[in-house]
Structure formats: C-alpha cells, structure tokens
C-alpha cells in the first residue's frame, strides 16, 4: 500500500508569488490534514478536509486554502507569498475524520526569497 | 485554546530509559498521541492514549492522566536511533495540536 505523496518535495519561490502544493493519501483514506512546520513554531495545524469538505481550520491568514477532489486527493494554496512563509508543509491522511491514527508524508519544503 | 509544554531537550545514554513529560490543556480532551519525528522526516506515529493508564508498546510507553492534564512517553533500553524530536499532540475535538516536540539525544 503507497504511502502519502506530497509533490513537490522542494520548492522556491519569490515574495508575492502564490503556489499549490499537493498530497495524495493513502488509498481508502477519506481525511486529509495539513501542517506548517517551522523550528521557532513546531507543528501549526492549518486545516482537515473530509469527504471534499473544510471540517476545521486552523489560525492562519486567508492567504492559505486548500481544497479536496472527490478521490481524496488534496491541494492546498498560498498566495501572495511572504518571507515568514518558507517552512515545512506536512500533510497527514486517516480513514476518516476521527483521525485515530494520522499518517503524513514527507512534507513540502518551501522556500520564499 | 490548546496550551501544550514538554522540554525542549533531553540527553541520555545508549541503553538508559528515558522518560519525556508533556502537560496540556485543551478545549475538551479526545484522545493523545506521540509522535517521533527523525531530522528531515515525516513525523510517524508512536501511541495514542484515550482513557488513564500505561499503554506499552515494546520498548515504547505512554501514560495519560486526564484530570491532571499530563502524558508521558517512556523509552526503555535507548539505542542511538532513538535520537529524534519526539511530539505530544492533544486532541481537543476532531484535529490533534502538536507541541514544539522534545529533542532527544542519545549518546553512546
């Protein structure tokens, strides 16, 4: 059974600029969280979608959203990109939304210059 | 709100055990997990504690006491790749919040 895929796994970009990262779950899994993590800040939780809809958010600016497709895949958004965003972007996936046990990938690492 | 405390850093020998505290509070309580987290790694599960007791897994345990707001994760006969950033992550309703993680160091 694939693992979770976070594509790409590197990236820069420059201040102002906007970028989409993705994550593929594990297959049969419906929920799909994702993360900023930074040294100063540890693990944010950003936001969870199951079943193509936001069930949470966290405390982020509206310059990050994301979205769901009906095969669980997920995306999520960051426009108008600052300094403070370049940081690690983790997404997990679990079966469903109690999240009992999360799996994540391998993470996103972005860079903003 | 979530508010979520362990140490920053531990130092320990090959062999010892090791035990990692973490306290929280949070906006309801369902469940915590333990996470490892090797540098430049996915963070990969270790244990999840709903109701109060020991949970022990291998060489790995993880204690909750609910009313007192505290976890510990316990690491017994340390080896080197034990080394990593070890999360306690509470959860208040559907989402786990992590803390900052405790860096452990295991030396020979």
Known sequence: ?113 | GQNIDQPTEMTATEGAIVQINCTYQTSGFNGLFWYQQHAGEAPTFLSYNVLDGLEEKGRFSSFLSRSKGYSYLLLKELQMKDSASYLCAPRGSYIPTFGRGTSLIVHP
């Open chain 1, 1 to 113: 059974k694939a693992g979770v895929t976070q594509t790409p796994r590197y990236l820069i970009k420059t201040r102002g600029q906007q970028v989409t990262l993705s994550c593929s779950p594990i297959s049969g899994h419906r929920s799909v969280s994702w993360y900023q993590q930074t040294p100063g800040q540890g693990l944010q939780f950003l936001f969870e979608y199951f079943s193509e809809t936001q069930r949470n958010k966290g405390n982020f600016p509206g310059r990050f959203s994301g979205r769901q497709f009906s095969n669980s895949r997920s995306e999520m958004n960051v426009s108008t990109l600052e300094l403070g965003d370049s940081a690690l972007y983790l997404c997990a996936s679990s079966p469903d939304s109690s999240n009992t046990e999360a799996f994540f990938g391998q993470g996103t690492r972005l860079t903003v210059v």
